[in-house]
């Protein structure tokens, strides 16, 4: 929910940031079209099969208590053309679903293109199924906002969702964390940048609220509240990640132009330190970082190493036992070029899986790597129900273009 300050401040500024600023009013009108619920399609077949779709960026992977797995991604282009496709698999990722949910908000009753482009899939303490996604104009209006829809029983030949609701503005692409005290923690990014394109210098009243946000829900997911920020230099998207040191500390780690760079919160997400460079090098691409049920923290980056890369390539896995003072392993989950946007869960039984994409405009494939801590370790797949480069989908109107 927005508090009741967020809305007097959203109300100010429709009442004098266009004076102060120079928005456009015109393109602010534009942008209240993705304020529009959008609507969940279950029954995407045969439009939205995979010889209608030309693209693959992943989005997400998921387990559910059954153990499905489901998989997003997003189709159309990392572009205003963007929408979701959900697809399942019943055999641990052997073998994947036609597509099963679409969510896609174009119309062409809209003046310009309106987009989903980043979320995630979460399954939450109480095993319901959450689907997490931003909706804007053209890519990003200035505003955009951040909706979700939860599945009560996502094992069922007919999963039922609920109404899509709004939670705020910005976007999101990775999982909520689930605190010692119980509370949900959900990054949420209201980009630094502002609005693109048309969109540049629209929703000024916002700015105060500019960063990589943190949101807390203390009651399942009914309401959420906005708790602190932490701001970046060179911002791009932040794609933040929090995970909760052994000292009950945040660490937030965040994507920018130049880099990782992390802060760290000792209130619960309130006040967060001045960022600085992380010593995980990184290209200006997503990564992955969660606690295992080990106790250890997984990481998902590019490169062989810790303190170098080289690029968009060589995606690995990495063990951390002191919180992230140190990294151990690095099993290479995909050594070419191309693979970006690593997202995972752990089972269980913990085994590991994680999500990503290749080549998202030729190849549009989404890939699956499934393997173990003790895979991590030894550097090679050593655990017999490991198996790395697993197809989850591919985009065949693209053969159709050749």
Known sequence: ????????????????????????????????????????????????????????????????????????????????????VLATSDDDGESWSRPRLVVDSHS??????????????????????????????????????VWAAVCENPDANQPQWSAPRRIWHGVTLNKPTVLS????????????????GPFKNSFKELDPLRGANVFVSTDRGVTWERRGAAVFPNPDWHEHMIVERRNGSLWMLARTAKGIMESTS???GRMWSEPVPSAIQ???ARFHIRRLASGRLLLVKHGDRIEAHTGRVQ????????DGTSWSGGLVLDE?????????????????YISYDRNRATDGEILMARFTEADILAGKLVSPKSRLKILISRPLGLRKAE
């Open 1 to 84: 929910m927005i508090r009741a300050w967020s809305v007097e401040l959203v109300l100010w500024g429709l009442l004098f940031g266009a004076a102060a600023w120079g928005s456009d009013p015109e393109m602010e009108k534009i942008a209240d079209y993705a304020l529009v619920p959008p609507v969940l399609n279950t029954s995407p077949l045969p439009a939205y099969d995979y010889d209608q779709l030309d693209y693959g960026m992943t989005i997400g992977i998921e387990r559910t208590p059954g153990g499905r797995l489901w998989a997003c991604w997003v189709a159309g282009g990392d572009s205003p053309k963007a929408f979701f």
């Open 315 to 322: 995606l690995s896995a990495w063990l951390s036992e002191d």
């Open 108 to 145: 062409q009753d809209l003046p310009r293109e309106r987009s989903v482009l980043v979320g995630n899939l979460w399954t939450d303490p109480q095993g319901r199924l959450w689907l997490i996604f931003d909706q804007s104009m053209d890519m990003f209006d200035g505003r955009a906002g």
């Open 181 to 196: 005290t119980g509370e949900w923690v959900l990054p949420i990014s209201l980009d630094q940048r502002g609005g693109f």
């Open 282 to 284: 990184h290209p200006n």
């Open 336 to 352: 070419r070029k191309g693979v970006s946007y690593p997202d995972g869960f752990q089972s269980p039984d913990g085994t590991l």
């Open 266 to 268: 000792t209130n619960g």
